[in-house]
């Protein structure tokens, strides 16, 4: 594989060069400025100290790759992507659903296979395309925020995420479409809303473990 191959796959370039998308890149810095702004407010709760510094690093690696748009750029904004959603499934498993450390990484490897199944059937649907890749996590979001609805009040904030989430994963799968009528497309927009998504899903994550360490019950 060419690691330097070129990837020109978003509407917004049409060409060369590290400020060829300047709006796909600059939108990275709500990544990195919400991660901060999250790691602040989530002081005592190293669950959530975690997942912002890594949504500070979706937004380095999704920046390099809308500035260089190279391969290797590309692995630098899919994998933190990934350890965002394993790391959340997990902290979801254990504290969530109160699962001991080993059925948690078990329910975590599950997502595995679950997205190998559900992607290819959510790239039937029209228009979805490349983002079907990313269609099975508010899909598993929404299914923990009804399976926990009578027991935690976290899932309704679980819920308001799926649906942020849809709308985001909405505007990524416009970008090609509507690219003759809106020349800079719209996957700026995804960036926008996943990092008011994410930074949301942190925050659920630490309201829920900050009750836990009051004395608060868990969010119930």
Request: proline share 5%; hydrophobic share 55%; aromatic share 14%.
């Amino acid at each position: 594989m060419d690691w330097t191959e070129a990837v020109d796959g978003y509407c917004e370039r049409l060409g060369p060069g590290l400020w060829a998308e300047p709006w796909n890149a600059v939108t990275n810095l709500a990544f990195i400025l919400v991660g901060l702004w999250m790691w602040r407010r989530s002081a005592g709760v190293a669950p959530a100290r975690l997942l912002s510094a890594v949504l500070v690093v979706i937004g380095i690696g999704s920046g390099l790759f809308h500035t260089f748009a190279q391969a290797w750029a590309g692995v630098a904004d899919v994998v933190p992507i990934l350890v965002f959603v394993l790391l959340y499934v997990w902290f979801a498993n254990r504290y969530f659903w109160r699962l001991g450390p080993v059925w948690s990484g078990v329910g975590t490897a599950l997502f595995v296979p679950y997205a190998a199944a559900t992607v290819p059937l959510f790239a039937m649907i029209p228009g979805l395309g490349g983002s079907s890749a990313y269609a099975p996590v508010p899909v598993l979001i929404a299914a923990y925020g009804v399976a926990l609805w009578r027991r935690l009040q976290v899932a309704r904030g679980l819920l308001t995420g799926a649906g942020v989430l849809c709308l985001s994963i909405l505007f990524r799968a416009l970008d090609a479409p509507l690219c003759g009528v809106w020349p800079g497309g719209t996957h700026f927009l995804w960036h926008l809303l996943n990092a008011a998504m994410l930074g949301w899903m942190i925050e659920v994550l630490r309201r829920h473990l900050s009750g836990s360490l009051a004395g608060g019950g868990g969010g119930r």
